[in-house]
């Protein structure tokens, strides 16, 4: 068994912990400053944010938005754009699953990485980025 206590863990603002990493899942815990934010983004797992501490906003690529405190439970689905503003100091917890997770750079092959930067470019430009 492994166990933390997510609000007492002492965390820097910008570097995130990884506590978990198993063949299925990741377990992340974070602190955003009051006032900042994690920019529109997306990860290649569904991913679960959980506000542990403080208040935050979170809204999706398609306008979606809600905003809580401790015990506030948001789930994105994979590649699903997201940002997540802090109100107040916030900390979250971020459970990604499965891991990694498709088109993930630790789930590809050698040849595939070679086309990674590529592909991206593309996804940019057909967003208009």
Same mark, same amino acid.
């Given at each position: 068994?492994?166990?933390?206590?997510?609000?007492?863990?002492?965390?820097?603002?910008?570097?995130?912990?990884?506590?978990?990493?198993?063949?299925?899942?990741?377990?992340?815990?974070?602190?955003?400053?009051?006032?900042?934010?994690?920019?529109?983004?997306?990860?290649?797992?569904?991913?679960?944010?959980?506000?542990i501490?403080?208040?935050a906003?979170?809204?999706?690529?398609a306008?979606?938005?809600?905003?809580?405190?401790?015990?506030?439970?948001?789930?994105?689905?994979?590649?699903?754009?997201?940002?997540?503003?802090?109100?107040?100091?916030?900390?979250? #917890?971020?459970? #990604?699953?499965?891991?990694?997770?498709?088109?993930?750079?630790?789930?590809?092959?050698?040849?595939?990485?070679?086309?990674?930067?590529?592909?991206?470019?593309?996804?940019?430009?057909?967003?208009?980025?």
């Open positions: 068994m492994n166990h933390w206590d997510l609000r007492s863990l002492p965390l820097r603002a910008h570097s995130p912990e990884i506590l978990s990493t198993t063949d299925d899942a990741r377990a992340i815990l974070l602190d955003i400053p009051a006032g900042e934010t994690l920019s529109d983004h997306q990860v290649h797992e569904r991913a679960w944010v959980t506000v501490d403080g208040e906003e979170v809204s999706t690529a306008g979606e938005r809600v905003q809580g405190g401790p015990g506030l439970l948001v789930e994105f689905a994979p590649a699903e754009r997201h940002a997540v503003r802090a109100l107040t100091t916030t900390r979250l #917890l971020l459970v #990604l699953t499965p891991w990694p997770g498709e088109g993930h750079p630790g789930a590809m092959t050698v040849e595939e990485k070679a086309h990674v930067r590529e592909r991206a470019a593309e996804a940019r430009t057909a967003r208009g980025d």
